[in-house]
């Protein structure tokens, strides 16, 4: 589908940003997008959780330059954010993961690309160039096809293999549903036809659940997928201390804390809730990088304060690239790296690696009955859809 907010692409900002995707894809992407599991609970959690926290500035330091750049895993990248790996480019935008590859490489921004790509990860590889990317295991239900991914991506240059753990079924997503969200035919799957999105969750109807064809998600298997290539190991979905401790021991290079964007099982913590105490458990053994619910340049602040080495970026990607294809991401990417720099100087810091625990402290409890988030606004609003109907019913993501 065509996006019409093309205007976003030159003159947008990070606050019109998903009005401007809203006004650019139907209801039913939309709602794909957006939605959260359950009753969302956890998705309101991840914005709650950041609304916790306050950026004391220090003042006075003579700061007059500022430098984003770090490395991930060794990898040299010029910010300390990331493309999160979302599914399904080209439902949002013809371009795909093609634009977003291209935009996130130029800029020298690590793309962790999805299992379930529309593009495949040898054209998503070429176009990135020499940029840093990451490929994004979802386990398949027959583990060949797992490892022939990761020897794929290895061979095609990706830099690490993030294995999501959080999924081993799909979470209940009644936004999606309600939307009546599934994908077209035409978009396949860009990994090949053998290659499977996570199984639908059980079905009750009296007795034991069976749950189909799904993928093992347990330590074996991750093990047994530390050991098909030499890429580093990155664990994604990771919340409890001991899993990321655990993770470790097993050979994890770093873990991603991740409720999936608040997309599986409702009720989970806040992502950032759940940073501090993983940092500590794995104490400098692993990097720990964040994702969920990252907005604003002053999010990531207090995510690195907290002791994350890098966020990660997932729907803001997807509204950028309905917004305005590879150059609304090229432009995200690039406002969303100036609004960075510019809290940093402004809290007193010239570089990332400057950013301590002492910048941040908790916010006094905010007055009963504050006004809801904004991304719960933006969805729950009386949509006036494009491109409606544009999109048959097949089946579902
Ligand atoms: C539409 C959509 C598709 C997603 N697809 C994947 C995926 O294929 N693999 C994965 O590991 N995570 C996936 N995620 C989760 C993201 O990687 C990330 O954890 C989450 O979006 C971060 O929260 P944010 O959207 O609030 O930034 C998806 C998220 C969304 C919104």
């Known amino acids: 589908m065509r996006p019409r907010a093309g205007s976003w692409a ?177 978009i396949a799957v860009g990994n090949g036809p053998t290659v499977r999105s996570p199984a639908r969750g059980p079905t009750w109807d009296g007795g034991p659940c069976r749950l189909g064809d799904a993928a093992e998600v347990s330590w074996k298997t991750l093990n047994a997928i530390g050991r098909v290539s030499s890429l580093p190991l990155v664990v994604k979905g990771v919340l409890r201390p001991e899993t990321a401790r655990r993770a470790v021991d097993a050979g994890a290079r770093a873990v991603i804390v991740s409720n999936h964007g608040g997309r599986q099982l409702d009720v989970a913590p806040a992502a950032l809730d759940a940073l501090p105490a993983v940092v500590d458990a794995v104490d400098g053994r692993a990097e720990v990088y964040l994702d969920g619910r990252v907005r604003r340049g002053s999010d990531a602040v207090v995510a690195l304060a907290l002791g994350a080495r890098a966020v990660g970026l997932g729907r803001p990607v997807l509204w950028a690239l309905a917004a305005g294809g590879k150059e609304g991401v090229a432009r995200y990417l690039r406002l969303f790296g100036t609004e960075l720099a510019n809290s940093l100087v402004l809290a007193g810091r010239s570089s990332v690696g400057q950013v301590d625990r002492g910048l941040v402290r908790p916010a006094p409890p905010e007055p009963t009955g504050a006004s809801p988030p904004s991304e719960d606004r933006a969805a729950t609003a009386p949509t006036r859809p494009r491109h409606a109907g544009r999109h048959l019913p097949s089946r579902r993501a």
């Open 10 to 186: 030159i003159s947008g900002t990070l606050g019109n940003l998903e009005e401007a995707a809203r006004r650019s894809v139907d209801e039913r992407i939309w709602g794909y997008i957006q939605g959260g599991a359950g009753g969302e609970r956890t998705l309101r959690s991840n914005e709650a959780a950041f609304r916790r926290w306050t950026v004391w500035p220090e003042l006075l330091t003579g700061v007059t330059s500022v430098d984003l750049g770090t490395s991930l895993l060794g990898q040299v990248v010029s910010a300390p954010f990331f493309v999160a790996p979302t599914a399904y480019h080209r439902e949002v935008n013809p371009e795909g993961e093609l634009a977003t590859a291209a935009a996130a490489g130029a800029l020298g921004i690590l793309g962790v690309y999805s299992t379930l790509s529309s593009d495949s990860l040898e054209a998503i590889a070429e176009t990135t160039g020499s940029g840093p990317r990451w490929f994004q295991l979802y386990l398949q239900p027959q583990f060949d096809v797992s490892a022939e991914l990761v020897r794929r991506a290895e061979r095609a240059g990706y830099g690490a293999v993030v294995v999501t753990v959080d999924t081993p079924v799909l979470g209940s997503r009644d936004r999606q549903e309600e939307s009546g969200f599934a994908l077209r035919q035409a």
